[in-house]
T-cell receptor
Framework: DTEVTQTPKHLVMGMTNKKSLKCEQH?????MYWYKQKAKKPPELMFV???????INESVPSRFSPECPNSSLLNLHLHALQPEDSALYLC?????????????FGPGTRLTVT | GQSLEQPSEVTAVEGAIVQINCTYQ??????LFWYQQHAGEAPTFLSY????GLEEKGRFSSFLSRSKGYSYLLLKELQMKDSASYLC????????????FGRGTSLIVHP
């Protein structure tokens, strides 16, 4: 199974809502990532978890809160977002080590903040 | 700092061969990846190079010259479905396994 799944596929939320994005992989990868991608731009790294511990937070606003409940699951909790946070949110996973190892991306969640 | 440069757009004709370049200036190097991304979809892994030379995978080949900080992706027998964005990404090494992405090259294939 070389698939990363993400739910939901689309999400529309108001600026006062709280919602969560979910990501799952069963490849035994111990690194999981959240990326934000705007149209015609490359993916922008937000967070990295390594062995279920947050290892990188790229100065992301606190209205985005990641969580890694176990080695297969990654969540992104959203609260009080702004319209400019509308984007495609991608989850990815990879092996950890000297590698290099390619990343496997999920299909993404298309988020619209109204 | 780290920099990866790719042309923003390349156009080609169906059936032709096209080359997409990526140059990089980074503090370390442990491999270079190429990903394909169709509009609104996730990136998918195409190939990677660690050592100098050419790696061939069907219609896709990738070349690396570490001394020149240069890579290219070669696509042969272009098909309309190859119209997509192509991202190069460098692993810096030094214990890091996290890729640094270029801005991507939009390939437009015309009939």
């Amino acid at each position: 199974d070389t698939e990363v799944t993400q739910t939901p596929k689309h999400l529309v939320m108001g600026m006062t809502n709280k919602k969560s994005l979910k990501c799952e992989q069963h490849m035994g990868h111990r690194a999981m990532y959240w990326y934000k991608q705007k149209a015609k731009k490359p993916p922008e790294l937000m967070f990295v978890y390594s062995y279920e511990k947050l290892s990188i937070n790229e100065s992301v606003p606190s209205r985005f809160s990641p969580e890694c409940p176990n080695s297969s699951l990654l969540n992104l909790h959203l609260h009080a977002l702004q319209p400019e946070d509308s984007a495609l949110y991608l989850c990815a996973s990879s092996q950890v080590g000297t590698g290099p190892y390619e990343q496997y991306f999920g299909p993404g969640t298309r988020l619209t903040v109204t | 700092g780290q920099s990866l440069e790719q042309p923003s757009e390349v156009t080609a004709v169906e059936g032709a061969i096209v080359q997409i370049n990526c140059t990089y200036q980074t503090s370390g190097f442990n491999g270079l990846f190429w990903y394909q991304q169709h509009a609104g979809e996730a990136p998918t892994f195409l190939s990677y190079n660690v050592l100098d030379g050419l790696e061939e995978k069907g219609r896709f080949s990738s070349f690396l010259s570490r001394s020149k900080g240069y890579s290219y992706l070669l696509l042969k027998e272009l098909q309309m479905k190859d119209s997509a964005s192509y991202l190069c990404a460098v692993i810096l090494g030094g214990g890091s396994y996290i890729p640094t992405f270029g801005r991507g090259t939009s390939l437009i294939v015309h009939p």
